[in-house]
């Protein structure tokens, strides 16, 4: 397993940004598939985004689609979550998690996670 830092989360109002970022411990994070999950209170944890290796693809909730862009530095072993125009249902707390086969939604598929970073948005 690869152990995975958040970090970028925070306090911002509607309509506002945050940038996200997660840290592998691994030399090898070019070869890991990389996604964001989120889980608000009370509700399941659900796919926010994924990127392939290469950062070739890349794959969105409709929820975030045109909002949120991942992306990856594998020179700098790090992903990141851009997250615009900010509302208050992204209120969650955000997972990076790391997959050493899979790129996609289905969060058994990956089998490395971070203790998470909070995002509030508020109205």
């Known amino acids: 397993q690869v152990q995975l830092v958040e970090s970028g989360g925070g306090l911002v109002q509607a309509g506002g940004s945050l940038r996200l970022s997660c840290a592998p411990s691994?030399?090898?994070?070019?070869?890991?598939?990389m996604g964001w999950f989120r889980q608000a209170p009370g509700k399941e944890r659900e796919f926010v985004a994924a990127i392939s290796w290469s950062g070739g693809s890349t794959y969105y909730a409709d929820s975030v689609k045109g909002r949120f862009t991942i992306s990856r530095d594998n020179a700098k072993n790090t992903i990141y979550l851009q997250m615009n125009s900010l509302k208050p249902e992204d209120t969650a707390v955000y997972y990076c998690?790391?997959?050493?086969?899979?790129?996609?939604?289905?969060?058994?598929?990956?089998?490395?996670w971070g203790q998470g970073t909070q995002v509030t948005v508020s109205s």
């Open positions: 691994v030399r090898t994070f070019s070869s890991y598939k």
């Open positions: 998690a790391a997959s050493t086969y899979y790129t996609g939604s289905y969060d058994r598929n990956y089998n490395s």
